[in-house]
């Protein structure tokens, strides 16, 4: 297997990705085809594809925020059991990220990440990938070291429309596995920034972040 890195739309890997996110996500949850030329030619956004015997199986996006000196998983796509591809796109990005913060002189503190849940919304059958089940993926993020981010939580929809899309945990991996708790002020700016693309707020999601603003602090507890 190999895991590339795509910087261009253009790029025949991509559009076999982009295949493959229609397929496993809802469509609030999928960014329009022409509208990921920013994000692919952006240094600061890396999405990789694993590909086996010529066609796309897995795929990750992700990013590295030098001024928090965090990480955000945007997605993880495992489109094939039985190649060992959760170990394989995670040990990649991990060791991707762990390079990345080498170079901005500190150790990794932690990574974001969106997690599904289905003991409050079912309806997720994520195209009948199977590896992709939302009870599965739970667990195997829980086992990586994620924890839920405590605060309701809602995101902008991914069309634009102004519409909150809810059946979330926002959650957080922090690499010192004695951490309880994150600034509030850290997952404002971050949440912030990470949707600023998106001009159209619902009023759920600002409503969210006035409320966070309001803390100090937000507890980390286990998914």
Same mark, same amino acid.
């Given at each position: 297997?190999?895991?590339?890195?795509?910087? !261009?739309?253009?790029?025949?890997?991509?559009?076999?990705?982009? &295949?493959?996110?229609?397929?496993?996500?809802?469509?609030?949850e999928v960014l329009e085809f022409d509208l990921w030329k920013g994000p692919?030619?952006?240094? *600061?956004?890396? %999405?990789?594809?694993?590909?086996?015997? *010529?066609?796309?199986? *897995?795929?990750?996006?992700?990013r590295y925020y030098p001024q928090w000196n965090i990480a955000m998983t945007d997605f993880?796509?495992? *489109? %094939? #059991?039985?190649?060992g591809l959760g170990r394989f796109l995670a040990k990649n990005r991990e060791d991707d990220l762990n390079r990345l913060a080498k170079e901005n002189g500190k150790d990794l503190f932690g990574m974001f990440a969106e997690i599904?849940? #289905?003991?409050? &919304?079912?309806?997720f059958d994520f195209g009948g990938v199977k590896t992709m089940n939302p009870f599965v993926?739970?667990?195997?993020?829980?086992h990586l070291g994620y924890k839920k981010v405590n605060f309701p939580y809602v995101h902008p929809s991914w069309q634009n429309d102004g519409e909150a899309v809810s059946g979330l945990d926002f959650c957080f991996m922090p690499m010192d596995e004695s951490v309880t708790e994150i600034s509030s002020?850290?997952?404002?700016?971050?949440?912030?920034?990470?949707?600023?693309?998106?001009? !159209?707020?619902?009023?759920k999601w600002l409503q969210m972040i006035e409320n966070l603003k309001s803390e100090q602090t937000v507890e980390l507890l286990p998914l």
């Open positions: 297997m190999d895991y590339i890195r795509i910087t !261009n739309i253009e790029d025949p890997l991509f559009a076999k990705m982009h &295949k493959l996110l229609g397929d496993v996500f809802p469509p609030e692919l030619e952006d240094p *600061g956004i890396r %999405v990789f594809v694993t590909v086996h015997e *010529g066609e796309v199986v *897995g795929a990750t996006e992700y993880t796509i495992v *489109g %094939v #059991p039985g190649l599904y849940d #289905p003991y409050e &919304k079912e309806d993926r739970r667990e195997v993020l829980s002020s850290l997952v404002v700016d971050f949440l912030t920034d990470y949707y600023s693309i998106l001009p !159209n707020k619902p009023e």
